[in-house]
């Protein structure tokens, strides 16, 4: 008689996932793009010309805000994160593509979010004007506690029902918003600066922006592995106050 496999018991997790799947982007991409302008069929010939001519183009391009050389690439992550992080995430509509996990055809897994001992819990201010701060120790035990419990009870219930044959598409109205889920993410170099200067915070940044922590470290993973892929157009995008062209 075959055993019925045990349930899998829920795992809580403070990191975030970002990987780099599939790419299609550097510099010389922006450059004959905006050479094309002048140069029109010889814009191909232009790439390996001065590369401190091609640097100062790349710059001129952002300070003056010319965006669309930036937009002749493509970079597809893989990214893992709570769902409360992805509903912020698809606020980015313009130059983004998202195709993520579906609780309608398969049965989600329980991983869910726990912040871990780093993540700043309490806020003081008003809204336009509040700061985090970090929490006390028994803060922080309050909250490990209280989001573990919760998250198995509702992993259980969410079991229970699709046990008594209740519809996946149903039953998952009843997991938080601390489920990890997943996606592929494509964009452009233009619509992830414009991700990056609203979702990170960074001492260049000329406009102040005051993102989720969550969110923010995965904006931090995209631009790590964004900025080794076009180091001339993340100098300019740095340089010029983060804003995007």
Same mark, same amino acid.
């Given at each position: 008689?075959?055993?019925?496999?045990? /349930?899998?018991?829920?795992? *809580?997790?403070?990191?975030?996932?970002?990987?780099?799947?599939?790419? #299609?982007? +550097?510099?010389? &991409? @922006?450059?004959?793009?905006?050479?094309?302008?002048?140069?029109?069929?010889?814009?191909?010939?232009?790439?390996?010309?001065?590369?401190?001519?091609?640097k100062g183009l790349i710059n001129f391009l952002m300070r003056d805000r010319h965006g669309s050389p930036f937009e002749h690439n493509s970079l597809t992550f893989f990214i893992s994160a709570p769902l409360f992080v992805f509903r912020e995430f698809h606020?980015?509509?313009?130059?983004?593509?998202?195709?993520?996990?579906?609780?309608?055809?398969?049965?989600?897994?329980?991983?869910?979010?726990?912040?871990?001992?780093?993540?700043?819990?309490?806020?003081?201010?008003? /809204?336009?004007?509040?700061? *985090?701060?970090?929490?006390?120790?028994?803060?922080?035990?309050?909250? #490990?506690? +209280?989001?573990? &419990? @919760?998250?198995?009870?509702?992993?259980?219930?969410?079991?229970?029902?699709?046990?008594?044959?209740?519809?996946?598409?149903?039953?998952?109205?009843?997991?938080?918003?601390?489920?990890?889920?997943?996606?592929?993410?494509?964009?452009?170099?233009?619509?992830?600066?414009?991700?990056?200067?609203?979702?990170?915070?960074?001492?260049?940044?000329?406009?102040?922006?005051?993102?989720?922590?969550?969110?923010?470290?995965?904006?931090?993973?995209?631009?790590?592995?964004?900025?080794?892929?076009?180091?001339?157009?993340?100098?300019?995008?740095?340089?010029?106050?983060?804003?995007?062209?």
């Amino acid at each position: 008689m075959t055993e019925t496999p045990a /349930p899998p018991a829920p795992s *809580f997790r403070s990191d975030m996932t970002v990987e780099l799947v599939k790419h #299609s982007a +550097s510099d010389t &991409d @922006v450059l004959w793009a905006a050479r094309v302008s002048t140069a029109g069929e010889q814009s191909l010939d232009e790439l390996n010309k001065d590369p401190e001519r091609s640097k100062g183009l790349i710059n001129f391009l952002m300070r003056d805000r010319h965006g669309s050389p930036f937009e002749h690439n493509s970079l597809t992550f893989f990214i893992s994160a709570p769902l409360f992080v992805f509903r912020e995430f698809h606020r980015h509509r313009v130059g983004w593509s998202y195709n993520e996990e579906s609780g309608r055809y398969r049965q989600l897994q329980p991983v869910f979010y726990v912040p871990d001992a780093d993540r700043k819990l309490v806020q003081q201010g008003r /809204p336009g004007k509040y700061e *985090f701060v970090p929490g006390t120790e028994e803060q922080h035990e309050l909250t #490990s506690r +209280s989001m573990a &419990d @919760v998250y198995r009870k509702a992993y259980e219930t969410y079991e229970e029902m699709l046990a008594a044959g209740v519809a996946r598409e149903v039953a998952r109205a009843v997991l938080p918003v601390g489920l990890y889920s997943s996606m592929y993410a494509t964009c452009n170099a233009r619509s992830l600066m414009h991700f990056l200067g609203l979702r990170t915070q960074h001492e260049q940044a000329r406009v102040p922006s005051f993102p989720q922590r969550e969110i923010e470290m995965v904006g931090e993973l995209m631009e790590e592995q964004w900025a080794k892929l076009m180091p001339l157009t993340h100098a300019a995008f740095n340089a010029n106050g983060r804003v995007a062209p």
